[in-house]
């Protein structure tokens, strides 16, 4: 099941209010993971040396699928604004692909930048995904024992 009809038929779309707003009733939190850290492959076949001076550490990225490509059916470009790079390395970007594919919002920007090294060690990204998990609250439970024992709080108010 897809995640809008999901919250439809739990009705939080018709409030309009955000799933994220209600994070913390439901004991839980997003946090950014860093999923990938590796270098930009080819370089000198794209577009890098018109902008290599505007690279540094931290300077956002973007990843776009190409889905066609003959060689590479998980192949994933790296742009810089509409300026292409080059690609991920084929042999580690089938699940950042996937991810892609998914619709999951990823986060990316350059990790290292070094104009001394050669150019497969040259230009590093990172990749970031936001993920949502359990509070330590959701995590354990209130102890009430065997389910018979809990308390009964719908009876004890109304008896």
Known sequence: MERRNFLKNIGLVSTGLPLLSFKGALGLSVTKVRIYDNY????????????????????????????????????VQVYFGEIKLGYLPAYENIVLANMIDAGIALETRVSAHDL????????????????????????????????????????????
Do not use: C, W
């Open 40 to 75: 930009v492959r080819g370089l000198p076949h794209y577009g890098y040396e018109k902008i290599k001076s505007a690279l540094q550490a931290g300077t956002e990225l973007r990843l776009v699928r190409e889905a066609e490509n003959l060689h590479d059916s998980f192949a």
């Open 116 to 159: 001394q090294e050669n150019m497969y060690h040259r230009l590093a990204l990172e990749a970031f995904a936001e993920l949502v998990i359990s509070t330590p609250q959701t995590l354990a439970p209130p102890d009430f024992g065997r389910a018979d024992n809990s308390p009964d709080l719908y009876r004890n108010t109304f008896i």
